[in-house]
C-alpha cells in the first residue's frame, strides 16, 4: 500500500549528527541525541567508529561508520571523506544535520549545501589547535581555514554554536561569521544528579587533572607546580586522568606521561570512565589549559563541589569566578599555578566555601537540560518546511 498523505504528514524529522569520534559523541553528545530521539526525530550517528559503536547502537540509533579522520592529512583521502558525506546526506535526506568539531562542520556544510535540503546546526567546541599555535605553517593554515569557514558558516539555512563570548568576538573581528548566524549555549552541559556534591575525602589531599594528555592543556605547567609544591615538602598527591590523543598534533608522548609518573611528580591514570567518583576523591580540580570552549572537565568538578584553579583564557573563564568558586592564574605560569593550589591546599575552609558556590554556579547555568533545551530549541525554530 502506497503511503497516504496523513501518512507523510506524520513521518518523522530525521536528524545526523556528524561527529569526528564515536567516542566524543559518547561523551559530549549522547544526553542531546537522546533527547532529540524522544521529542520524535530519526536520529543517525555519522562518525569514525573505534570501540564505541555498539553502544551508540544499543541506545536505538542508526550508527554510520565514516572515514573521517583528525589527523589525516592526505587529500585524496579527505576528498573520499567528503564524498562520502555527501552520499550520506543525499541518501538519508535529512531533515536537521548537526556538525561537531572544524572538520565536521567545514565538509558537512559542503555536503549539505549540495544536498539543500537540510538545516545545519554548527557547533565549534573551542577553536583548538589551528587557532591557538603559533607556528609559521599553521598561522598560514589559519588564513585558509577562515575563508572556508567564511563559506561553511553563513548559508542561509545554517546556524553557529558557540560555547563562550570570547569565541564570538574572536570569529566576528576576523570577519569569519555574522553576529545572526551565532548563537550562544554554554558547552554541553552536566547531568547534575550524577555529579552531586560530597564530603572531602579524609587523609592525603588529591589534586586532579581531568583531561586528553595534551600540552596545550597546561598538563606540562601542571606537572611543573607539582614539582614546586613537592620541593616546598607539600605532601599532595597530584593525579593526571586521560588518555592520549594521537592524532591531535599537541599530544603528550606516552613514554612523557610514564616518566613523570615513575618519578612520582605526578601519577597518571589513563583513560577512565568512573568520573564522578574520581572527582569525590579529589579535593581541588585543576585544568590550565590555553583556550576552550567550555571545557566540561571544570563544569562537572563545579557540579560536585570541588574548587577549581585554572587558567583565565577563553572558555575557563567562564566556569570559574576568580575568588569565589575558584582561582583564575595567568596561562603558562606555573609559579601563579602553584601558588593558588597551595591557598587551596592549605585551606579547607575556603574549599569547602569555593565548592558551594561551583554546585550554585552549575545548578543556574550549566545543567544538561537547559543545553539540550536550547539546542531542541534552535532545531525548531530553524527547521525547513
Known sequence: MKP????KARKRPKIIYLVTEDWAFLSHRLPLAIAARDAGYDVIIATHVTDCGERIKSEGFKLIPIGLRRANRNPFREIASILGIINIYRAEQPDIVHHVALKPVLYGSLAAWIVKKAFVTNALIGLGFIFISDEWY??????????????????????????????????????????????????????????????ECPGEL????????????????FVSAARILKQEGTNVRFVLVGKTDPDNPAS?????????????????????????????????????????????????????????????????????????????????????LAAALHRLIRDPKLRNEMGKKGRELVLNEYTVDKVVEETLALYRANAIN
Open 4 to 7: 497516504t498523505t496523513l501518512d
Open 138 to 199: 599553521v598561522r598560514i593554515l589559519r588564513v585558509i581555514i577562515g575563508v572556508a569557514l567564511s563559506f561553511a558558516l553563513n548559508g542561509k539555512h545554517s546556524k553557529l554554536i558557540l560555547q563562550n563570548p570570547d569565541d564570538i568576538k574572536l570569529l566576528l573581528k576576523s570577519n569569519i561569521v555574522k553576529r545572526d548566524k551565532i548563537v550562544l549555549i554554554k558547552g554541553s552541559g552536566v547531568d547534575a544528579n550524577k555529579f552531586r556534591p560530597s564530603p
Open 206 to 221: 588529591m589534586i586532579v587533572l581531568v583531561s586528553r594528555m595534551l600540552w596545550d592543556k597546561g598538563i606540562g605547567e
Open 252 to 336: 603528550i608522548p606516552t613514554s612523557t606521561l610514564t616518566s613523570w609518573n615513575d618519578e612520582g611528580i605526578i601519577e597518571w591514570w589513563g583513560y577512565r570512565e568512573d568520573i564522578p567518583s574520581i572527582i569525590e576523591k579529589s579535593h581541588v580540580v585543576c585544568l590550565p589549559s590555553y583556550r576552550e570552549g567550555l571545557p566540561k572537565a571544570l563544569i562537572e568538578a563545579a557540579a560536585c563541589g570541588r574548587p577549581i584553579v585554572t587558567t583565565d583564557t577563553p572558555g575557563c573563564r567562564e566556569i570559574v569566578q576568580d575568588g569565589i568558586n575558584g582561582f583564575l592564574v595567568p596561562l603558562r605560569d606555573d609559579k601563579a
